[in-house]
């Protein structure tokens, strides 16, 4: 084999070769608006990406609206109301355990993984019940702006990761450079990635390097001088985290210690954030001055850079997330909107979301649902609950907060192995044997024209399946309820809600096995 | 004992002298004959470090004085520092203090199980430790950051390898990693070659009957593809669920491993050989090594030290059980670890992300050893980091030719580029090379340093195909000087690279690597 053959082979790899693999099935479809009145299966599509799924009730309400309609009212407002607190725990601080006694630092330690716990179930509870697109777009941001709940040997108290919680959800949809600011003097961001630490002369890089390479711009942009003298920039913010600690901003709330800041020139991307002298460097003055600057100077000398990385980040997530087959020319056409906004959230996820490549037919049904899409879109789907959804992510390698690491879930095919594959066949047929008859029985009802076990298992697995599927196997499907009985004899198989329900879950049981179920 | 035998020695890199084909006979001792048969049944475990080592904290460069005055706060002292046979010292916590009693790194070391490679690294080191994670486990080292890196060395050399893969799928998992989503480092263009599982109880509980009951579906769509992919992770899942168990319940632990997470993950990898799983691969990880907060306390204890110990607790366990077992000959193991630490300490007792770091290689047939110099903590790069000595891919060539039989064509094809093996793994050494003269013939330069040319001389007993190749002295292909074929008797050739500068020549007889350093200076 000569060189020039190897590197043909090399070709074949996908590795080097940076144009997305030729497909039979293209998407025609660009950043253009999707201007037709939307379908029951457009609905479903939609709701499956911006949020956790359609309930039956909801998708019959969207039919025939538009796109950009539907999409306004699902990315909700800024002003959206905030949820009601998971409980008093919420305000209740302790004391350092580090300096406490044996018994006293495993109660404290142990009460945290007890609220960690309620705070994600409250979360969950939230996606699951949520009229709108709010929590899935938080949700979008928690992985993107991580704080893990435990890391190394620590943890981020869950009072501080639900005030980020909050924070998160207020800038979902709003100003870019807003909300990179409240994040970098965030009270549980400043603990997990050094930031507490990163004191004039004893610079701690973590987090002015991950600003750049994981939460902004990515790598190729800045060089590691910039990381030193971003380390720079952001010296003297203090995490509160303990009743001993001082909290001139409140308890959980971060703050600005002048003698830590490094108050002399910094020279970033090729601009400079001059010094100051110890009178202006005040708390007001250097979040301002130096901390905005640094982030309104990432978005100034790199818009490019930053829109590009934003919108294949929130493509991924919504659209499809396979790297190989990230569309450049949509991503262009994507990021200058954004940055034509001036780094507006709302302009980006709304482009986006009722463009035609979005609804496209060649990218339905390409997206691997992540766990919290699987559990908490088969709940809401079923009208189901199950108390245990928090521990369902876990075993499928989602854990709510608590990302594996500083980059956040890998997503694509990495949310499926022989580890997490089984979790989510047991989990589905656990949710499915759990509803009673009568919830059964409702469910069938919430479909039109129930009557007929053809139209009825149709609208089951467009329901539940991301495409439509054969005719072969929509037959296999209807006789997973009929049983070799004829199709006209299920009117009568209705009249027995015991009979109807055990076969309506043979249904799904027999959907829920389906690769595609995975797949959304 | 047995690696002092003659192969052992006939096929150290220092061999000066030719050795005719009929004296080689006398090395292949029933013992060894078993081992070439069990060829089939060669197992690599990768250890990855994640989150970046401090290779100055793991092999303490104690004469440097630039080391105290870089880490204050965290350096280790001379004096508490674990000297092994006068050639390095480890951090103490690589001896176990914890378990005074347990087989560790220390020993294997002194047992000749264990290769220390100093300075791996490479060219333009990415201090990310996603891309640098990347560049590691994808085996490609492009400084281009819109490359995409999408799957694993070990992925693309099993795909190749497996015969009929992914329509038909093999008996036993190719590769298996304990816990987590799939590594990239397993993925391939043709599918996973490997399983991920936690617990092979569980994973049998769940894992029987998930075979999909429909066909897979055309490539021609992205939907089609993903469909197809979960399809054979549900097949991977019903098949090797079962196999995996039986494996699992006929398996046994012949010690008693000292209680750790990481332990335990050797531990089960041990159990699974032990009960006849036929995987070629194991992957076991380990998390914490990003060590910019208090990574070691003023009594040497702390964080890092943990790790250190961990790892060497879980090697030393794994490695006497294999020995006591009777598989310690069919299996090597190599810690990977996306970069090193800065050589400052940070302000917060900690260290920032670095570049070149230190490599562990061990098992029985490594060859054992120090490589590389001690980091050179004066000349450093412009970053202020280490510089590197060794290509981290020339431990992969080992693998891949010298450990799984791949050939030189095959490693250039995994990694796209030509990487000269290390020499780290002994090389396998077949009946077939002694009748057709694939021995290491000894191979002299002069002059050497040289100024334009230096003349490679040996003696050839039998006619041979002869390649010769300039790399760089990490390891990566530079230019080729000669191919073609020689006749028996006295071979000479000239050699004149293209520019100046210290080089490997590898001269290639007959596909057997005889490499030489040559320094031209001009």
Redesign the interface.
């Known amino acids: 084999m000569d060189r020039r053959d190897l590197l043909s082979n090399f070709f074949r790899l996908g590795v080097r070769d940076n144009s997305p693999q030729v497909l039979e099935m293209p998407v025609t479809g660009g950043v253009e608006l999707h201007t037709d009145p939307l379908t029951l299966n457009d609905v479903y599509h939609l709701l499956r990406r911006i949020g956790f799924g359609a309930t039956v009730v909801q998708a019959k309400s969207y039919v025939g609206k538009t796109a950009s309609e539907v999409v306004d009212e699902l990315l909700g407002s800024a002003s959206e109301t905030a949820p009601e607190s998971p409980g008093t725990w919420v305000d209740v601080i302790n004391e350092d355990p580090e300096g406490a006694d044996l018994q006293t630092r495993g109660a404290i330690y142990n009460q945290w993984e007890i609220n960690m716990g309620k705070l994600a179930t409250w979360w969950i509870d939230l996606m699951r019940t949520d009229p709108k697109a709010v929590e899935k777009l938080t949700l979008f941001w928690s992985g993107h702006w991580t704080s893990e709940f435990t890391f190394d040997i620590k943890y981020s108290i869950p009072q501080t990761l639900y005030r980020q919680y909050l924070m998160l959800r207020s800038h979902r949809i709003g100003d870019m450079k807003q909300m990179a600011l409240d994040v970098t003097l965030d009270n549980a961001m400043l603990y997990y990635l050094g930031g507490t630490l990163n004191d004039a002369g004893k610079p701690n890089e973590n987090y002015g390097r991950e600003l750049q390479e994981l939460f902004l711009l990515g790598i190729g942009w800045y060089t590691e001088g910039d990381v030193k003298e971003a380390a720079r920039v952001l010296t003297g913010w203090k995490s509160q985290r303990y009743v001993e600690e001082p909290a001139p901003n409140g308890i959980y709330n971060s703050w600005f210690e002048a003698a830590k800041h490094d108050t002399g020139a910094k020279q970033y991307l090729g601009q400079t954030i001059p010094a100051r002298t110890p009178d202006n460097n005040t708390e007001y003055q250097v979040k301002n001055e130096e901390v905005f600057e640094l982030i309104k100077i990432i978005f100034r000398e790199r818009p490019e850079a930053a829109s590009r990385f934003l919108a294949t980040k929130a493509y991924k997530f919504f659209v499809y997330s396979s790297p190989l087959d990230v569309d450049p020319i949509f991503i262009e056409d994507l990021a200058s909107a954004f940055r034509n906004a001036n780094f507006d959230l709302k302009v980006l996820f709304k482009t986006m979301l009722t463009s035609k490549h979005f609804f496209d037919p060649a990218i339905r049904g390409a997206q691997i649902k992540t766990p919290l899409e699987l559990v908490v879109g088969l709940m809401r789907q079923l009208g189901q609950v199950d108390s245990q959804a928090y521990g369902w992510g876990i075993k499928m390698d989602q854990t709510l907060m608590d990302t594996p690491d500083v980059s956040g879930w890998p997503g694509y095919r990495s949310w499926i192995s022989t580890n997490t594959y089984p979790q989510r066949r047991s989990f589905a047929s656990k949710l499915v044997e759990s509803m009673s008859d009568s919830r059964v029985n409702e469910f069938i009802r919430e479909f039109d024209d129930y009557t007929d076990i053809v139209k009825l298992t149709t609208n089951i697995v467009d329901y539940l399946l991301p495409a439509p599927v054969t005719t072969e196997r929509l037959d296999y499907y209807v006789q997973t309820v009929i049983q070799g009985a004829p199709t006209y004899e299920w009117p009568g198989i209705l009249g027995n809600p015991t009979t109807a329900a055990a076969r309506v879950r043979n249904l799904l049981l027999s959907i829920s096995k389906a690769p595609d179920f995975q797949l959304c | 004992m047995k690696r002092r035998n003659f192969i052992a020695t006939t096929t150290a890199a220092a061999v000066g002298t030719n050795i005719l084909g009929g004296v080689r006979l006398k090395a292949f001792n029933p013992d060894h004959l078993m081992n070439i048969q069990a060829d089939d049944d060669r197992i690599l475990i990768v250890i990855q470090m ?1 989150g970046g080592n401090d290779g100055l904290n793991t092999i303490i460069p104690v004469d440097a004085s630039e080391y105290y005055d870089f880490r204050p706060n965290i350096a280790v002292k001379k004096s508490s520092a674990v000297n092994v046979l006068s050639q390095i010292y480890m951090h103490p916590a690589l001896d176990t203090p914890k378990y005074p009693s347990a087989y560790n790194l220390r020993r294997m070391m002194e047992d000749g199980r264990l290769a220390i490679v100093q300075g791996v690294g490479y060219e333009n080191p ?6 640098s994670t990347d560049i590691w486990l ?1 085996g ?1 080292n ?1 400084s281009d ?7 694993g060395w070990l992925g ?1 050399f099993w795909s190749e390898k497996i015969q009929g893969f992914p329509q038909s799928l093999p008996a036993h998992p190719t590769a298996v990693q304990i ?4 590594s990239m480092l397993l ?1 391939s ?1 043709k599918g ?1 070659v490997g ?4 617990d092979p109880n569980k ?1 049998f509980e ?2 029987q009957g ?1 075979s ?3 066909d897979p579906m055309p490539e ?4 089609g ?7 054979l ?2 097949e ?2 019903d098949l ?2 079962s196999v995996v168990k039986q494996a699992y319940d006929a398996g046994r632990n012949m010690i008693s491993y000292p209680d750790n997470a990481f332990v335990r993950q050797m531990q089960l990898v041990a159990r699974l050989i032990s009960g006849g799983l036929k995987s070629k691969v194991f992957l076991v990880y380990m ?2 090594f ?1 060590t ?2 208090q990574q070691q306390n003023s009594d040497e204890s702390g ?1 890092h030290p943990y790790l250190l110990e961990s790892l060497s607790a879980g090697v030393g366990a794994f490695m006497q059980d294999a020995l006591q077992q009777g598989f310690a000959d069919r299996v090597v193991g190599m810690t990977v670890s996306e970069f090193g630490r800065r050589p400052f300490e ?3 007792n ?1 260290t ?2 670095g570049a070149s770091s230190v490599q562990f290689v061990w098992g029985n047939k490594v060859r054992a050893g120090v490589y590389g110099t001690t980091p050179d903590l004066v000349n450093l790069n412009s ?1 202020g980091d280490l510089r590197y000595q060794w290509d981290f891919r020339r431990v992969y060539a080992d693998v891949m030719e010298y450990w799984f039989g791949g050939t030189p ?1 095959e490693t ?2 995994v990694l ?1 580029e030509r990487v000269l093996p290390l020499g780290v793994l002994q090389r396998p050494t077949s009946v077939d090379d002694a009748f057709s003269g694939r021995f290491r013939v000894g191979i002299k330069a002069f002059p050497n340093p040289f100024s334009t040319s230096t003349t490679l001389e040996w003696m050839q007993e039998s006619p041979a195909s002869v390649t010769i190749d300039l790399y760089s002295t990490a390891g990566r292909f530079v230019e080729t000087i000669y191919a073609g074929s020689v006749q028996p008797g006295l071979v000479r050739i000239p050699i004149v690279p293209s520019a100046s500068g210290a080089y490997i020549c590898n001269v290639s007889v007959n596909g057997i690597n005889n490499p030489v350093s040559l320094q031209c200076l001009r």
């Open positions: 994640f990415n201090l990310s430790h996603f891309r994808s490609f492009t950051p819109e490359a995409r890196l999408v799957n693309r816990g987590g989503s799939l993925r263009p996973d399983i991920a599982l936690t994973f769940l894992g998930l999909p009951d429909l021609d769509t992205r939907y593809r993903e469909f197809n992919f979960v399809r992770v549900a991977q899942s090797y669920s998390n914490g990003d910019h907060v964080l940070n302000g917060s900690g920032d992300h970053n064509e250039e094809t796209q």
